[in-house]
T-cell receptor, first 114, second 113 residues
Framework: DVKVTQSSRYLVKRTGEKVFLECVQD?????MFWYRQDPGLGLRLIYF???????EKGDIPEGYSVSREKKERFSLILESASTNQTSMYLC?????????????FGPGTRLTVT | AQKVTQAQTEISVVEKEDVTLDCVYE???????LFWYKQPPSGELVFLIR??????QNEISGRYSWNFQKSTSSFNFTITASQVVDSAVYFC??????????FGEGTQLTVNP
């Protein structure tokens, strides 16, 4: 079974703090993704990576950065957390055409910024 | 451009009723994959099924069944004899070669005892 794990299920941070959300996958997938999910707004893509040290902006990258130093690990960084970044954050990894583009998600991190 | 539409925002049924979740998609590509995911209250998106554009065969898995019709660009999901544990948000999604997964807005299904 594909396993995507995220470092925390729940996280509470203060405004202005630097926040790291970690994601690890064990399927040797090249593609990894960070989404945020808010009521009424669906799933929105923040950043994705298709290879080590490669990254691409998604639909809402402002206020976020990412790091992918190893294939299995993709980190989302909030340089200076703000209250409007309170959300559910979902990490995903995906194989290529040989894996039928199946995308698997981690359990999510509910981040609250106070 | 790709688009996935789940017109039903919320559905509420009583246990043991059958329920169908609608999904309509748009793409110009001839090769694509369609997916359904379930998101229970715990928050994790669980992969349910994949279907490729060349395989219109319907699929049944226990109480779940999927009806894929290219002629109407639809990939509907039916739960037979619904149970309280089926309560969740269900997402339909589409991907074409090399692109990003496009999600519908999701349908909140509530199954009442």
């Amino acid at each position: 079974d594909v396993k995507v794990t995220q470092s925390s299920r729940y996280l509470v941070k203060r405004t202005g703090e630097k926040v790291f959300l970690e994601c690890v996958q064990d399927m040797d997938h090249e593609n990894m993704f960070w989404y945020r999910q808010d009521p009424g707004l669906g799933l929105r893509l923040i950043y994705f990576s298709y290879d080590v040290k490669m990254k691409e902006k998604g639909d809402i990258p402002e206020g976020y950065s990412v790091s992918r130093e190893k294939k299995e690990r993709f980190s989302l960084i909030l340089e200076s957390a703000s209250t409007n970044q309170t959300s559910m954050y979902l990490c995903a990894s995906r194989g290529g055409w040989e894996d039928f583009y199946e995308q698997y998600f981690g359990p999510g991190t509910r981040l609250t910024v106070t | 451009a790709q688009k996935v539409t789940q017109a039903q925002t919320e559905i509420s049924v009583v246990e043991k009723e059958d329920v169908t979740l609608d999904c309509v998609y748009e793409t110009r590509d001839t090769t694509y994959y369609l997916f359904w995911y379930k998101q229970p209250p715990s928050g994790e998106l669980v992969f349910l099924i994949r279907r490729n554009s060349f395989d219109e065969q319907n699929e049944i898995s226990g109480r779940y069944s999927w009806n894929f019709q290219k002629s109407t660009s639809s990939f509907n999901f039916t739960i037979t004899a619904s149970q309280v544990v089926d309560s969740a948000v269900y997402f339909c999604a589409l991907i074409t070669s090399g692109s990003r997964l496009t999600f519908g807005e999701g349908t909140q299904l509530t199954v009442n005892p």
